[in-house]
């Protein structure tokens, strides 16, 4: 299995609800920031949330209010609860790991494969 595992994408109406989860492997779980991007066809990935082994958490300005990432730490694995959905959040979400931070220029040094999640009317 990947180091990073998504979980939970599916079509899901505006407004509706939808979580995600990423199962982390141990040794990365344990210190790394932690997160979620989204990319859609032709553009980049971009940073949604972040949470750090305390549980602080971190959020771009288009989802905050209406996003919430948390962490179990009893199975290594961290959720995207989405709220109010709109057609603008579909895109494949990836769970992302690093070091130091999401938002290196670099890019995060571990990546999952990506869940989709569809929107529709």
């Known amino acids: 299995q990947g180091q990073l595992v998504e979980s939970g994408g599916r079509l899901a109406q505006v407004g509706s609800s939808l979580t995600l989860s990423c199962r982390v492997s141990?040794?990365?779980?344990?210190?790394?920031?932690l997160g979620w991007f989204r990319q859609v066809p032709g553009k980049e990935r971009q940073w949604i949330a972040a949470?750090?082994?305390?549980?602080?958490?971190s959020y771009a300005e288009h989802v905050r209010g209406r996003f919430t990432i948390s962490r179990a730490n009893a199975v290594n694995t961290i959720s995207l609860q989405m709220n109010n959905l709109t057609l603008e959040d579909a895109g494949v979400y990836y769970c992302?790991?690093?070091?130091?931070?999401?938002?290196?220029?670099?890019?995060?040094?571990?990546w999952g494969r990506g869940t989709q999640v569809t929107v529709s009317e």
């Open positions: 949470i750090s082994s305390r549980r602080f958490t």
């Open positions: 141990g040794d990365i779980f344990k210190t790394y920031s």
């Open positions: 992302a790991a690093d070091s130091v931070s999401l938002e290196v220029q670099r890019g995060p040094k571990y």
